[in-house]
């Protein structure tokens, strides 16, 4: 039984690369079709081109064997001019000087080992438009699209604060980017039957419920198929990006990559970070898709292949997008990231990031001193090291004793404010002693490396210090151990 099994994916995936290649045939075939013409060039241009006389005949007519300038041959003291052979229109091209091709040869090199350390980032361009009768503004990235032209290449994703409510209304919540377009009409019609106050709850059971059914054998062969006949026509035409579409509907039909395809959409709409999830995901396909098929032959370099339905919504409507903006807050700057980008990159080991706010100063001197010392050759593993470095700094204050280090060093100095009266200090004290304990310390410390990993630390720090401190107004209403409003966490 578990021998077919293993028998059904590779056939799959055989299935899927067959596909591809028959595609890519067949559309090499029309472009051939397409090209097969008689040579443009015909005689009445190749006269025009060799109207004039031919290299060897100008040299002939002036017996040189290399042209010289106006002046003549000074030997003889008689202005000889150099009859020049009229160049065609290719040669017409004008060419970079030496010089030119040096800077940009120079150029290059600097490129592409640009420093990865975490320098202050350049303000992105971007225009504003309107969106809606409204005229609220919204930022619009002016960088290229990667997107093919049938992917929402329009959607407006505004900005909105993050929330820990899986049930949060419909404006935050962004429509799925893994349902196609008449299963998410099917979503709108059930959950409108429902009064506004209850509509969440059959959105995420829906949801929920469209992403198992993808998990199960044979049962997830309906819709792949059905965005398989929609690319078809477009693939044969030659069309990369639907020839990938389809090899990637093929692909997910394999119980285990459905699993974690749709598990994964799950976990990041259950958490509320739909869009951070997405753009690794696509970043993660891109990557495997350029590795995998480097000659283009399947794909356009730089596509996902995403989403896997031309009929997907986007993420936004231009209706809502307005109101999801204007209702958005903005997270508050952390003093101590002075070099923290703002630019949605989901790539953990971007060159721009910000340092940790929860390392005491000497654990935190000690990586920059490493980063600032860091060989050029090695450059581009700068990241690598830094996000190591951290994420085991992090996993040392989980394990019990090894975590109590670092509270003490923070705790003496709080007791001492303490005595004098300082409420601050005894909140301090008491949030160092809770992070000894060993569930606090994996709660607070494995979110703190999921925010790092996500690329969204100052979001999920800002709502960190706000929890802690609903929690403290909660548990010390009189402010006895703690100021009011404050969380007593960096």
């Known amino acids: ?54 290299k060897s005949e100008a040299r002939a007519a002036t017996g040189r064997t290399r042209p010289q300038s106006r002046l003549g041959d000074k030997s003889e003291g008689i202005a000889a001019p150099v009859t020049k052979p009229p160049t065609s229109t290719l040669a017409s091209v004008a060419k970079p000087t030496a010089a030119a091709f040096e800077a940009a040869q120079v150029e290059k090199v600097q490129g592409l080992f640009a420093s990865t350390r975490r320098t202050p980032p350049t303000t992105a361009a971007v225009t504003t438009g309107t969106t809606g009768t409204t005229g ?82 044979w049962v997830n062969i309906i819709v792949p198929f059905v965005n398989i006949g929609t690319n078809l026509p477009a693939a044969l035409a ?16 394999i119980q285990p990559v459905a699993i974690a ?14 869009q951070l999830a997405l753009d690794l995901q696509t970043w993660a396909i891109t990557t495997a898709w350029d590795v995998l098929d480097p000659f283009q032959l399947l794909h356009n370099r730089g596509q996902s292949g995403l989403p896997l339905s031309t009929t997907t919504p986007p993420a936004y409507p231009p209706a809502t997008a307005a109101v999801a903006l204007a209702s958005a807050t903005t997270p508050k700057a952390s003093t101590a990231t002075p070099n923290a980008t703002t630019v949605t990159d989901p790539n ?8 940790p706010t929860t390392m005491p100063d000497a654990v935190l001197a000690t990586e920059q001193s490493v980063l600032a010392a860091w060989p050029a050759p090695l450059e581009p593993l700068a990241p690598l090291f830094r996000e190591a470095y951290e994420a085991v700094y992090r996993a040392s204050q989980i394990v019990p004793w090894v975590n109590v280090v670092v509270p003490v060093t923070n705790i003496l100095p709080a007791l001492a404010q303490a005595f004098q009266g300082d409420r601050s200090g005894a909140q301090v004290t008491i949030n160092q002693l809770l ?54 966490i960096a």
Do not use: C
């Open 1 to 54: 039984m578990g021998s077919s099994k293993y028998v059904g994916y590779v056939g799959g995936v055989a299935v899927a690369v067959g596909v591809g290649a028959a595609m890519a045939a067949a559309a090499q075939g029309t472009a051939n079709a397409d090209t097969d013409k008689p040579d443009s060039r015909g005689s009445a241009d190749s006269s025009q081109v060799d109207a004039g006389p031919k």
């Open 136 to 217: 609220t503004a919204i930022a619009v990235d002016t960088a290229p699209s990667t997107k093919s032209a049938t992917t929402q290449a329009d959607a407006t994703t505004p900005s909105v604060p993050w929330s820990p409510n899986p049930l949060r209304p419909m404006p935050p919540e962004p429509a799925p980017n893994d349902m196609p377009g008449p299963v998410w009409d099917l979503e709108q019609a059930v959950v409108n039957a429902f009064p506004d106050i209850l509509q969440p709850v059959p959105r995420e059971v829906f949801e929920a419920g469209y992403r198992a059914t993808q998990m199960i054998p």
């Open 238 to 253: 030659g069309d990369k990006n639907a020839t990938q579409r389809i090899i990637n509907n093929l692909i997910v039909t």
């Open 261 to 274: 395809y749709y598990g994964y959409n799950e976990i990041a709409d259950l958490l509320n970070v739909e």
């Open 348 to 355: 953990p080991f971007r060159a721009d990031d910000p340092w």
């Open 435 to 488: 992070l000894t304990t060993a569930p606090l310390a994996l709660l607070y410390w494995g979110f703190d490396e999921l925010a790092d990993l996500l690329n969204n630390e100052e979001t999920a720090a800002t709502t960190r210090q706000t929890l802690v401190a609903s929690l403290w107004d909660s548990l010390d209403p009189a402010g006895l151990l703690h100021v009011p409003g404050q969380s007593g």
